[in-house]
């Protein structure tokens, strides 16, 4: 071991400030979750998370390692007030950001968006970005973690199945053609039982009767992915709507659930 004199001890290396910004503060939401778990991959960093609606007590408390701000605009200034040495815009529109921002800027891209003034552009998936026209595009797939676990229940110590549905509560999300589809579904499979997580209000009813009463819905909330250790398959079926990640259903495959989607052509 080398004992150096007080004045030549080296001092640690300062932290990298990472500034990430999410539109919606909303942690049910995929952006917000791939933003969670950056700042789980690089515990390294100094971690700040910017929003641009109003923070959910929810998201406060899956984030409360980070420092948190609610912004209308991303602006140079509020970026050096962060005194960020990086900044990650998550899907963030050209209309809710002022370049350049001082910093190098990434704009991690979720869904379908047209190409804006940030420094380096990455994808969350190839599919995606082919669909951007960015065939050989930089893709950062996201770290998921496995979801909470939950100590009462154990797939093996039942017989009846159970399929759930996990998804963000928007109405796109939830199209009035599901009830079709799990009728369908639950005229040919009896035995099974449906659950969903995220579905709206205005849709239960149907959904309920079009599975002949076999079903239970949960509120969306941070937690409810613990639902991935009980259910037997996590299946996700949207006639129009192609997903860009399956962020949901990598979360599925870490519990042991099986995932089951659209088997759709990529363009």
């Known amino acids: 071991m080398i004992h150096r004199p007080p004045d030549q001890v080296e ?12 539109n919606v503060g909303e942690i049910t ?18 971690h700040h998370i910017a929003f641009l609606s109003k923070i959910s007590d929810e998201t406060r408390t899956a984030f409360a390692h980070c420092r948190l701000y609610e ?10 007030d962060c005194n960020a040495d990086v900044v990650i815009l998550h899907n963030t529109p050209a209309s809710r950001w002022n370049a350049p921002l001082g910093v190098p800027t990434i704009r991690y891209v979720h869904s379908l968006s047209p190409p804006g003034d940030e420094d ?12 951007c026209g960015e065939s050989r595009g930089t893709v950062v797939w996201q770290g998921v973690p496995r979801p909470l676990r939950l ?9 009846q199945l159970i399929i759930g549905r996990l998804c963000t509560p928007q109405l796109r999300k939830w199209p009035r053609t599901l ?18 997580v995220g579905c709206p209000a205005s849709l239960q009813s149907e959904l309920h009767t079009a599975c002949r009463g076999r079903t239970q819905f949960f509120a969306p909330c941070w937690k409810q992915r613990r ?30 659930c099986l995932p089951i989607v659209d088997a759709r052509r990529v363009q």
């Not at 100590?151 to 017989?159: A, G, I, K, M, S």
């Not at 009830?179 to 969903?196: N, P, Q, V």
């Open 11 to 22: 001092s640690p290396p300062e932290q990298l400030r990472l500034l990430q910004v999410c």
């Open 29 to 46: 939401g995929g952006t917000a979750a791939c933003a969670w778990s950056i700042t789980r991959s690089l515990p390294m960093c100094e």
């Open 71 to 80: 912004w209308s605009h991303v602006t140079g200034a509020a970026v050096a």
């Open 120 to 131: 380096v552009r990455w994808y969350c998936s190839h599919w995606l970005a082919a669909q």
């Open 151 to 159: 100590n009462d229940v154990d797939r093996e110590q039942r017989t």
């Open 179 to 196: 009830t079709g589809f799990y009728r369908r579904l639950s005229d040919d499979f009896a035995d099974i039982k449906w659950e969903f």
């Open 227 to 256: 639902h991935l250790w009980n259910w037997d398959a996590l299946l996700y079926h949207h006639p129009t709507l192609t997903e860009s990640f399956g962020r949901t259903a990598a979360e599925a495959m870490r519990a042991g």
